[in-house]
């Protein structure tokens, strides 16, 4: 059969034979926690070199 074509007695259903222990646990790494982080520079320190990269970028 050529490339492309479309047989539907090439499809087989099929029959995987799973087990709810081995599957993956979604929630099992979740985390409720929270996070902080502090770089040292002010918010208008950040904004000017944002402005530097951005200026850099149109050139």
Same mark, same amino acid.
């Given at each position: ?30 985390? #409720? ?23 850099? #970028?149109?050139?």
């Amino acid at each position: 059969m050529g490339f492309g074509s479309y047989d539907e007695s090439e499809q087989q259903e099929v029959d995987a034979d799973f087990d709810d222990d081995d599957a993956v646990k979604s929630g099992a790494n979740s985390h #409720d926690g929270t996070i902080e982080f502090e770089n040292g520079a002010s918010s208008d320190e950040l904004l000017d070199r944002l402005k530097e990269i951005k200026d850099e #970028d149109d050139t």
